[in-house]
């Protein structure tokens, strides 16, 4: 077989179409990947309609950065994989690499670990963005720990349910911010969760006794990073994956305290520090399998064909949890 199906955009805005494509083949270290499951996220939408240049994604192109699915063929230089392994990834769909929304993709072998066991395809394809951009936030940042106070802004979110149990995991003490009606699910995650009209003195007052959380991460951006400053403690670090606006530093800065920010396509589009995603990838799959961490995902199944109805969902925010299309 040389061809495959892909789904393709080829203007800002405009329609997927299903097309027949040459299928890739795997240079060095790179695996061919037989795709089962595609996830869905914001960042894909806002590729779609041309709102995010930061991406570098020229159009026309196959959108989709995550993926669930087997090894079909290895490369040169790969001695970590072999064919018929079951892997996940954060893979492509930005910086001028294919994404996911097809039936095969040749793939970086340092951007991918073995799937979870105990999770379906379209489970495990849920995972990778959400879950190394909670990763390097919490661990590779901020050095998560145990005893810890670690607020999550967003808590019911993609980044922020992953973030949630991750903090969790290593042993922190979790609170999230949500609207009224998601503090069942925050509360279900374990973490206290915390509505977002209640003012900052007043929940930092009450959770965290009026010092401040040791450590806040911001998935939401714009008034909730200054929110953020406002919450963390003396000497404490706020982490933002979404800290692209201007904000105010004084309040950090009074109190001593630090901030990192997290950018998780950067190894996608500079080529630099691909196989530490793998490394979070496989520490997270270890979590899964240890029942400490497991996607959200939306009920609702979509295939190639569903594809505007999957990102209509997305655009919407009727989501209840990750989009998932299935390609196998």
Do not use: C
């Not at 395809?121 to 998560?144: Q, S």
Request: net charge neutral; no cysteine.
């Amino acid at each position: 077989m040389t061809t495959m199906q892909a789904l393709a955009v080829s203007r800002h805005g405009g329609p997927f179409q299903l097309t027949e494509v040459p299928r890739p083949a795997p240079g060095p270290r790179q695996v061919l990947v037989r795709i089962h499951a595609s996830g869905i996220n914001p960042l894909d939408a806002k590729i779609r309609a041309g709102a995010a240049p930061h991406a570098r994604q020229p159009l026309p192109a196959v959108l989709g950065l995550d993926l669930a699915g087997v090894v079909e063929q290895v490369g040169p230089g790969v001695e970590v994989f072999r064919r018929g392994d079951e892997v996940y990834g954060m893979v492509g769909g930005v910086g001028g690499l294919q994404g996911t929304l097809a039936q095969y993709a040749a793939v970086d072998a340092g951007l991918l670990a073995l799937k979870p066991a105990n999770l379906s395809m379209r489970e495990a394809a849920a995972l990778p963005l959400v879950a190394i951009t909670a990763w390097e936030g919490l661990v590779d940042r901020a050095k998560v720990g145990a005893g810890q106070t670690v607020l999550v802004q967003g808590g019911a979110g993609g980044v922020g349910h992953v973030a949630v149990q991750l903090a969790q995991a290593f042993g922190a003490r979790v609170y999230a911010t949500g609207r009224g009606p998601q503090a069942p699910l925050i509360r279900s995650l374990g973490a206290t969760p915390i509505d977002l009209e209640t003012p900052v003195e007043t929940y930092v007052a009450e959770h965290a006794g009026g010092r401040g959380f040791d450590m806040v991460y911001d998935t939401v951006g714009g008034v909730a990073l200054d929110a953020s400053f406002a919450a963390v403690r003396r000497f404490g670090h706020v982490v933002s994956a979404l800290g692209w606006g201007t904000h105010a530093l004084a309040p950090l800065s009074f109190k001593g305290a630090t901030y990192s920010g997290v950018f998780t396509l950067h190894p996608l589009l500079s080529g630099e520090g691909r196989a530490h995603h793998g490394e979070i990838l496989r520490e997270v799959a270890r979590l899964v399998e240890a029942s400490k961490l497991a996607p959200r995902l939306d009920p609702r199944r979509f295939g190639l064909a569903d594809i505007e109805a999957a990102y209509d969902a997305l655009t919407d925010r009727t989501a209840d949890g990750k989009l998932v299309v299935d390609i196998l």
